[in-house]
DNA sequence: TATAAACCTGAAGTAATATTGAGGTTGAGG
DNA sequence: CCTCAACCTCAATATTACTTCAGGTTTATA
């Protein structure tokens, strides 16, 4: 586990990228069959990583923290070169892309809490106009029509 | 599936509530068979909700936006009586902790998005300070110590 | 009353993201 | 050389949130 001098630029086992990605080593196999990292075999065919692949975890890592699917992560590596590490113009290509889907998450997610702050302070029982009930008016309205809103009192 | 006169304060049906609510009628079935909604039966075994369960499947549908879990959203509407509508402060007092929550999310990608901004403008690449970099250091850190950060050039 | 739409139950299937286990092989240290 | 940790593959299991299906019953309508 520990390393020796003249090991630095040594390929990686497994254990290794776990210890140093943070990800198990059950995850590194997952990782593998879905094609988000590569590996080459050993004459006993074992995994060996280059350090290339500590990168791509991370930016893997970074990738779901934003709440990007693995499957989008895969689409998006697959575009970088097999084996050489991502440049700075490939990172920001690609981080780019999911900065915009997170931006967005974010503004759709600060939306929602306004509304829910106008009805935490309404009590949103009685709100006709609640901007949270809106929706849910508009998918009565695919029926037989504006009849269909509930005329009555307050509780529906 | 027409309103008739006098039959505004019925009972409803699964199909009506399915259509009122924007739910399919299986997650109906399953929100109940989560404890999340309750509903009585007609003499031939057919579900009759009262018109209360439109509020709480409208809850239910706003705090999955937030993105709680099902099971919380369970565990919060277990507090609420079973056979009256939610009032002003039972929503309130659900609502408040959803927002938390919520903030709590937000928060958080907020500041994965400003760390990922830094990151697109530095290329991220041979960056040893970037924030996006430091809970990747961390993890590595609790190996053998400080020597095992990479001191190689510039790309792990 | 006959037929079709809507409803019922319980089991199984789906998708994403892994983890766990069984059964066997490889490699590094003493 | 021996042994044990680490590695291998493939299959199964877990979780969340549902949907689909099969086979049968009820209700609404013409």
Redesign the interface.
């Known amino acids: 586990?520990?390393?020796k001098p003249g090991e630095?630029?040594r390929q990686l086992t497994v254990g290794e990228v776990a210890?140093?990605?943070?990800v198990a080593v059950s995850t590194l196999h997952f990782y593998e069959s879905k094609g988000l990292i590569h590996s080459e075999r050993n004459r006993g065919n074992q995994r060996r990583y280059s350090?290339?692949v500590?990168?791509r975890v991370?930016i893997i890592?970074?990738a779901q923290?934003?709440?990007i699917p693995l499957a989008s992560i895969a689409d998006a590596l697959s575009t970088l070169p097999q084996e050489r590490?991502?440049?700075?113009?490939d990172?920001?290509r690609l981080?780019?892309g999911?900065?915009a889907d997170?931006?967005d998450?974010?503004n759709k997610?600060?939306g929602?809490?306004d509304q829910?702050?106008c009805?935490?302070g309404c009590?949103?029982?009685s709100m006709q106009e609640c901007p949270?009930?809106n929706?849910?008016d508009e998918?009565?309205e695919?029926?037989?029509g504006p009849?269909?809103l509930?005329?009555?009192p307050a509780?529906?």
Chains 1, 2 share one sequence.
């Open positions: 586990m520990t390393i630095r630029h210890a140093r990605s943070g350090r290339e500590l990168r991370a890592k970074v923290r934003t709440g590490a991502p440049t700075s113009a990172w920001r981080s780019a999911w900065k997170l931006d998450r974010i997610l600060i929602l809490r829910l702050n009805c935490i009590g949103c029982l949270l009930r929706p849910w998918l009565s695919q029926g037989p009849r269909l509930d005329p009555s509780i529906d």
